[in-house]
């Protein structure tokens, strides 16, 4: 059997069990097949990151600068753009189809035992992501790792992945999202996502709404974990347009960084710079040790974030983006705006159930203003797609016109059609924009021939 096709019956083999959006709010399944596995969370150092937006890119550059500091990295994000094993990455790669497979091997039996106890005790067995991530920290155990950086799936206090203890807990943006199971306001969803800082951490958070500020504040307090915030300890202090990115100077912890060339667009990507290089000070010299400013630019020049705000295509620019939920849209069509002189701009929608996706398109409408002049929506091949029906009804709800929105199902004839309005009457200044969902987003980097590639790695 070749590891291809081994990492394809793994996959399948977990698709098997409970969905990735059906989540248990439980932990004891988690602790106790690391108990049965050895405690292979405790085998390396960890950076913990959860937060409404940013998560993953916020974890790609810190995992560069890890990288770029001579240290070994595992990294664990969700969901995948093209390949599974994009999930766990091992110095900025995906980890090998053959570990992949081996290690679920090893570990298969043993997780059929917490499976057999949790059946006897008449709860539903091991999920997907609970899977996913038990197989995610034993690789890293494997290898060995150095230090982790583990991306939360949902939430914090019961997620999957709070088994490991985080040297530093990082929290990026808040906002409403998963309201359903997180909690209605800010600071119920602050109260979870305060679960993964631990005794003997240290916290760094992005700028918050006042009432989760408070909350993560109280936490950490509580367990008298030093803390620092974007905005009062830390910043990202100017911001210029680059070629294919920006430059920042980056006022952190405890030095100051100037002429950092990073290669993603958008204020929200220099605020989560400024959060990865507070998180690195603080977990290479405890905030309170400079760090090498040439190591850092080094670190930051290979920076890549698939699916954000990435250019997939040239005449016309095709632009691929996963923002999913309306605080998402806005700094989106944010940074679109201020780095692309589009003429106008031919947004392709998809987006899934349990998303506010009015929200969605009022915050595409509100932020895009006159660029924007007709939609199409779509669907990608998730099953919690929505229907691209509906999907129209809730644009025209938005505020769109009713002959401004285009349905199309599949995804392949609608980016042939927003080319062609893009297009349209030669201009040449036009751009299409695929959102609405990582979904959308992996099957459209796919047919657009952009498959993930390995980052380089540091020193």
Known sequence: MSDEFGVESVY????????????????EPMFRAMEILGEPNKAFASIHITGTNGKTSTARMIDAGLRAHGLRTGRYTSPHLTKVTERISIDGGPVADETFVRIWDEIRPYLEIV???????GEPRLTYFECMTILAIAIFADEPVDVAVVEVGLGGITDATNVIDGQVSVITPISLDHTDLLGETAGEIAAEKAGIIKPGGFLVSAAQPVEAAQVLLDKARELHVPFRFEGVEFHAESRLLAVGGQQLTVSGLAGRY???????YGAHQ??????AVAALEAFLGGGEKPLDVEILREAFRTVTSP????????????????????????????AINEAFNFSKLVPVVGILQEKDSVGVFEALREQFGDLVQEICVTASNSPRAIEPEQLAEDAIAAGFPVDAVHIEPQLDEAVVWAVEQAEAKNDLAGGVLITGSITLV??????????????????
């Open 115 to 121: 499976d057999r106890e949790l059946a006897a005790a």
């Open 270 to 275: 220099a605020q989560n710079a400024a959060v």
């Open 258 to 264: 100037e002429d950092l060339l990073l290669p993603l």
């Open 307 to 334: 699916g954000r705000i990435e250019v997939v295509r040239t005449a016309p620019t095709i632009i691929v983006d996963a923002a999913h939920n309306p605080d998402g849209m806005r700094v989106t069509a944010d």
């Open 442 to 459: 992996a099957d459209a980097r796919i047919l657009l021939g952009k498959p993930e590639k390995p980052e380089k790695t540091g020193k």
């Open 12 to 27: 399948a083999e977990l698709l098997g069990r409970a969905p990735e959006n059906k989540i248990e709010p439980r932990m």
